[in-house]
Nanobody, 122 residues
Framework: QVYLVESGGGLVQPGGSLRLSCAAS????????MGWYRQGPGKQRELVAT???????NYADSVRGRFTISRDIFKNTVELQMNSLKPDDTAVYYC????????????????WGRGTQVTVSP
């Protein structure tokens, strides 16, 4: 069975930095797209950043220039470096894996992590 495990959340002051990490564990063959989404208090889940197998990245306008996504396709990991954090960045951050193929299977599916809390507050 495949799991996505996130780490790195926490409490940080405005202007500070945090680094989130996510690892896909289990018999993973390949993952087309990995990324991060977030859901703030009273808000809908929204895209933060994604990265394809080929290294093409996509960012929400609200984080472009402050956040950087990176992934290791061999280790099946994805990280999110968050700089210049603002109170509006407070949310639960979820790791996503789209088009994940399990080794020995011809099927692909989408997976989500359980989420990690990021709180930006003085």
């Amino acid at each position: 069975q495949v799991y996505l495990v996130e780490s790195g959340g926490g409490l940080v002051q405005p202007g500070g930095s945090l680094r989130l990490s996510c690892a896909a564990s289990g018999p993973v063959y390949r993952i087309e797209l990995m990324g991060w989404y977030r859901q703030g208090p009273g808000k809908q889940r929204e895209l933060v950043a994604t990265a394809t197998e080929g290294g093409i990245t996509n960012y929400a306008d609200s984080v472009r220039g402050r956040f950087t996504i990176s992934r290791d396709i061999f280790k099946n990991t994805v990280e999110l470096q968050m700089n210049s954090l603002k109170p509006d960045d407070t949310a639960v951050y979820y790791c996503s894996a789209n088009g994940l193929q399990i080794r020995g299977s011809g099927l692909a599916d989408d997976y989500w992590g359980r989420g990690t809390q990021v709180t930006v507050s003085p």
